[in-house]
């Protein structure tokens, strides 16, 4: 399973990034979908998750601000930031959770992300 994540920079606070990632070797279409993301010095936190039919779910700390989407015909999932915060600089992971599971199985390299206030 390969799980490849882009689309990570550097943006001044207030603007907007658009993070992808490509799944592969899986069937996409049977696994929940989630963006992760580790600050330094903080625990990895869930950004936001999106189920097999399209359910959302959002950290309250992001909710109105990112919006998360999924193309089960491209395997791909997105994660579309804006109004950026310093706060939200951090590495930023994509991870597949099959349904019915209760933790993410597999996870992929991260993508930095830095917000500069």
């Known amino acids: 399973v390969q799980l490849q994540a882009c689309g990570g920079g550097l943006v001044q606070a207030g603007g907007s990034l658009r993070l992808s990632c490509a799944a592969s070797g899986l069937t996409f279409g049977s696994y929940i979908m989630g963006w992760y993301r580790q600050a330094p010095g903080k625990e990895r936190e869930l950004v936001a998750s999106i189920g097999l039919g399209g359910s959302t779910y959002y950290a309250s700390v992001v909710k109105g601000r990112f919006t998360i989407s999924r193309d089960n015909a491209k395997n791909t999932v997105d994660l579309q930031m804006n109004s950026l915060k310093a706060e939200d600089t951090a590495v930023y992971y994509c991870?597949?959770?099959?349904?019915?599971?209760?933790?993410?199985?597999?996870r992929g390299q991260g993508t930095q992300v830095t917000v500069s206030s």
């Open positions: 991870a597949a959770r099959a349904a019915g599971s209760t933790k993410y199985d597999y």
